[in-house]
């Protein structure tokens, strides 16, 4: 059977839900101050790059961002066959600041999970907040978004796909059934 | 791409896609070894021997590291102070070692294949950390991680290799690994350090240091190995140093951003003289740093995938 492709976002939507997302930040951190934003490769990056630019937009100032390879901090290393390993890139302590760690799907939670541990074995933030574009459920650990994009109830069987366009700001999100 | 080897036992059986992805990986690790807390989990629960026949201060302590900033048990075996000294076989020894339940053992021995005959009659994966006058693929992975950090690529490249080349695993190594990744390989040294047939291994040979280094892009001393008779090929260490030892004279014939590189341990005023080991191109040390992030890429790449679940 071909496979079914449903948009359920497209770049305007994205936009605003990303727009919300920045005030919201603001608003929850009353500012900028010690506020530090971690994307989680691949996808969440860009989505930062995204928010860091729309919170200066609103505040004027550039808050800074790191990227983040949660690889060696996997659950299923034995299982797995893909085993490329991405850079993390954080070029400021962590301790005592506000973290939003962002990603573009939050599903089970285990990516979640092992980012959390990646970002706590570089230092002790004062608390680490994290920012999804689309929640498809199905969580297999107590983990919860502080800001989401968009609540997509979804089957175990289908997927997400959220498109970059070459300069990697996000275009599409669809929802894939086979 | 797919890379996911059960053993690491040389060079000559990887693919320079394959060199790549072991050089990029060992680049996402490299950042680890600069943090305030230098481990991470990702090879928690795996146990690594490291087993080692020969003297070795670098790669033995290099690996250990490796292995503990990936969050693995691993243990040390010198062979001075294990039952080989009690007359114990290899086989014997290795099948002991692994009725432990090790995931990796990383091996050092003097007998070239000793890895490749431990590889076909264990379970666990096998590392070869340097076996007899065979190869050395750590060391030359980290040399070409090297390169490629001070010059940006490997490929088109001038690598002159200079020293005993007859009982070296690490030029082997090297010129597999460079000539694979681009890189034009000149080797040089005493005839009598020189073996037969190297030039099928795709480099080029030269009569003398000066030819060697004219021009060269890389300059790579080798010491001379007084443990596998390498003293008695050449009339005196003098002699040697004269014709084949890198001087700053010498070193001028190549570029003018030349990097120089020794696998260590350094014989100073024999190979290489001290103005040179110490002055502003050598990357010595960056070599040595860089062997940490090569080696945790490549216990990962060994213990990851789904082999380990088979056994």
Known sequence: MAAEKIEILDTEGINRA?????????????????????????????????LQQKISEIE???????????????????????????????RFPVTDRCVVLIDDVLFTGRTIRAALDAVIDLGRPRNIQLAILIDRGHRELPIRPDYIGRNLPTSRNEQIEVEFDPQHHAQAVSLIRT | MTFNPKHILGIKELTAEELIF?????????????????????LRGKTIINLFFEASTRTRTSFEIAGKRLSADTVNIAAAASSVVKGETLEDTAKNIAAMHPDIIVMRHGASGACNYLAERLNCSVVNAGDGTHEHPSQALLDAFTIRQHKGRIDGLTVAIVGDITHSRV??????????????????????????????????????????????????????????????????VREYARFFGLNEERLKLAKPDAIVLHPGPMNRGVEISSAVADGPQNVILDQVENGVAVRMALLYLVAGGEKLQAD
Do not use: W
């Open chain 1, 18 to 50: 990303l727009t919300r997302i920045a005030h919201e930040i603001l608003e929850k951190n009353k500012g900028v101050e010690d506020l530090v934003l971690v994307g989680i490769r691949t996808g969440g990056d860009y989505l930062a790059a995204q």
């Open chain 1, 60 to 90: 004027g100032q550039i808050v800074p961002l790191g990227t983040i390879d949660i690889t060696m901090y996997r659950d299923d290393l034995g299982s797995r066959n893909d085993l490329a390993v991405g850079q993390t890139d954080i």
């Open chain 2, 22 to 42: 072991i050089l990029d990986t060992a680049e996402s690790f490299k950042e680890i070894n600069s943090r305030e807390i230098k481990k991470v989990p990702t």
């Open chain 2, 171 to 236: 030029v082997r190594s090297n010129i597999y690994c460079l000539v694979k990744l681009g890189a034009k390989v000149r080797i040089a040294g005493p005839r009598t350090m020189l073996p037969p047939g190297l030039e099928l291994l795709g480099c080029e040979l030269c009569s003398n240091i000066e030819d060697a280094v004219r021009d060269a892009d890389c300059v790579m001393m080798l010491r001379i190995q007084r443990e596998r008779q390498g003293a008695t090929l050449i009339p005196s």
